[in-house]
């Protein structure tokens, strides 16, 4: 948000990710954030009435609702959506939503220790962000009892991914995990993996990777690709990739955590992992965003965040309470 500019009321938290929490902590907090005043104001500014009903049906009048207005990829890939034009009140506002729903300012770690730091893949030029954020992080003096997962799958790259990493130096990669792959060798300075597994399934929704390295000095740093949990209709997701992780390390309860995305993601991906490693394992989730102000990032790609962008991400979040509500099976 922009110095001078009017935050929202009643700006959220997101539902805790604290070692312990109950689900009904967990309930208890979907509920704060949709009682909260920002996404109201938001809705209504795009000609919407807030829905009526109970937290399920409040979530799936919002999932309706953004769809029909927010939802600027209609099925595609984010570097194809498009940009709606808006006026520069609903811009601010825009923001200013964003802001108060925790999209827009890093937040630092809050722990000195975790068990695990884990980094959330994406496009290309994102992916080169966050592996140089935790490897920031542990020069930093953060400390991983477990290991560094940086977590992709087989998406193939666009052409603009593409030439974002050739103008920041990066070597060719085709797939998510690659550009994933290259970061942690650069940043890491690690040459070849200590340890390699996988499955080869002639379609990259099918196929999995693993790839272990181990810095000198360091926590083991490994890059996984996931399988798709449907196959058939989609790529894999950031709850597939956060699933599939937990099938290959031991997650205990208590432990501790750390979730590495971009501001912009936060809400969606803390909720996400809420739900697919917080209530079944037992385990502390906290999200951070990449801090782009910092100069180890320098050089690296960084993309425009428009209003439609945050838009589409703030559908995105909708959409992630609403799954998280579900697996709760909270009424």
């Keep these: 948000m922009r110095t001078g500019e009017e935050a929202p009321r009643g700006a959220p938290a997101l539902p805790t990710g604290a070692a312990g929490t109950s689900v009904g902590a967990i309930a208890a907090g979907v509920r704060a954030w949709l009682g909260s005043g920002p996404l109201r104001d938001l809705v209504g500014h795009f000609g ?17 609702f953004s769809a029909r207005h927010w939802d600027f990829r209609g099925g595609r890939e984010r570097p194809d959506a498009r940009e ?69 799958s087989f998406r193939p790259l666009s052409d603009a991914e593409c030439r974002a990493l050739e103008v920041a130096g990066v070597p060719p990669c085709d797939t998510e995990v690659a550009a994933l792959d290259a970061a942690v060798r650069r940043e890491f300075a690690v040459a070849v993996p200590a340890e390699e597994d996988g499955h080869d399934a002639d379609h990259p929704h099918r196929s999995w990777s693993s790839r272990t390295y181990r810095p000198e000095g360091g926590p083991p740093v490994r890059v996984l690709a996931a399988p798709s949990g449907d196959p058939a209709r989609r790529r894999a997701h950031t709850a597939d990739t956060q699933r599939f992780w937990a099938e290959h390390v031991r997650l205990r309860a208590g432990d501790a955590v750390l979730m590495v995305t971009a501001p912009i993601y936060v809400p969606f991906q803390h909720c996400d992992a809420l739900r697919t490693l917080a209530v079944p394992y037992g385990c502390a989730i906290e999200t951070v965003g990449v801090d782009p102000a910092l100069p180890d990032l320098a050089g690296l790609p960084e993309p425009a965040l428009t209003p439609g962008r945050y838009l589409q991400e703030i559908r995105s979040a909708i959409r992630s309470v609403r799954a998280l509500h579900t697996a709760l099976g909270d009424g």
Excluded: I, N
């Excluded at 919407?48 to 309706?64: F, H, M, N």
């Excluded at 729903?101 to 959330?120: D, E, K, T």
């Design 48 to 64: 919407g009435t807030w829905p009526d009903g109970d937290v399920a049906g409040v979530l799936a009048g919002l999932d309706d």
């Design 84 to 152: 709606p034009a808006v006026d520069a009140a609903t811009a601010r506002l825009v923001l200013a939503t964003a802001a108060a729903l925790g999209m827009v300012r890093p937040a630092a770690p809050a722990r000195s220790r975790y068990a695990h730091l884990v980094v959330l893949g994406g496009l290309a030029h994102a992916c080169q962000r966050r592996v140089a954020y935790a490897a920031h992080l542990l020069r930093g003096g953060t400390r991983v009892g477990g290991e560094v997962a940086v977590l992709g």
